[in-house]
T-cell receptor, first 114, second 114 residues
Framework: DAGVIQSPRHEVTEMGQEVTLRCKPISGHNSLFWYRQTMMRGLELLIYFNNNVPIDDSGMPEDRFSAKMPNASFSTLKIQPSEPRDSAVYFC????????????FGQGTRLTVV | AQSVTQLDSQVPVFEEAPVELRCNYSSSVSVYLFWYVQYPNQGLQLLLKYLSGSTLVKGINGFEAEFNKSQTSFHLRKPSVHISDTAEYFCAVRNNQAGTALIFGKGTTLSVSS
């Protein structure tokens, strides 16, 4: 399996623009997670889905952030409008269902908002 | 809710020296515990995990960790480090219910020099 695939790997955008980050989880995995990594705050959980349904979005920082999972093989994280403080590395992870415990991470998207 | 505290943000050591990276957690329910490693510009990779049973857990690359319920700790150890162990290490916790998310500590940067 190719693992969790995130795109793009790097994104540079101007403040105020819309940004969409994409994630393809490992086939057959039932849970999907979006994390944000910054120097100041470390790895923060933004939102996670089970069977395509959002379970906990309490980590989404503001209404400017939204996430969708239209099907089991695709998820997006959108920021509109983007701000410089959104600059971070965004990770997507997926996990099999049932009693599985390990989450598998993608390579991340490094977002820079200028 | 769960939380994780990694007591050291940076740990510098010399090659072939032993190392311990400290992790304490807080939870009102039974938990699973994890250590992940992140090499520069990479995603996170699982080192080891504690689910139940023996409190001493062995992982990849010669690392091991010991779960101590009374001290709510899960410290990571390696008897002899290599230059290639230089990376950021994250301790994580989640409750043992199905479909819940990992909560990460802020990470410890291990720097191994010759």
């Amino acid at each position: 399996d190719a693992g969790v695939i995130q795109s793009p790997r790097h994104e540079v955008t101007e403040m105020g623009q819309e940004v969409t980050l994409r994630c393809k989880p490992i086939s057959g995995h039932n849970s999907l997670f979006w994390y944000r990594q910054t120097m100041m705050r470390g790895l923060e959980l933004l939102i996670y889905f089970n069977n395509n349904v959002p379970i906990d979005d309490s980590g989404m920082p503001e209404d400017r952030f939204s996430a969708k999972m239209p099907n089991a093989s695709f998820s997006t994280l959108k920021i509109q409008p983007s701000e410089p403080r959104d600059s971070a590395v965004y990770f997507c992870a997926s996990r099999p269902g049932g009693t599985s415990t390990e989450a598998f991470f993608g390579q991340g998207t490094r977002l820079t908002v200028v | 809710a769960q939380s994780v505290t990694q007591l050291d943000s940076q740990v510098p050591v010399f090659e072939e020296a032993p190392v311990e990276l400290r992790c304490n957690y807080s939870s009102s329910v039974s938990v699973y515990l994890f250590w992940y490693v992140q090499y520069p510009n990479q995603g996170l990779q699982l080192l080891l995990k504690y689910l139940s049973g023996s409190t001493l857990v062995k992982g990849i690359n010669g690392f091991e960790a010991e779960f101590n319920k009374s001290q709510t700790s899960f410290h990571l150890r390696k008897p002899s480090v290599h230059i290639s162990d230089t990376a950021e290490y994250f301790c994580a916790v989640r409750n043992n219910q199905a479909g819940t998310a990992l909560i990460f500590g802020k990470g410890t940067t291990l720097s191994v020099s010759s």
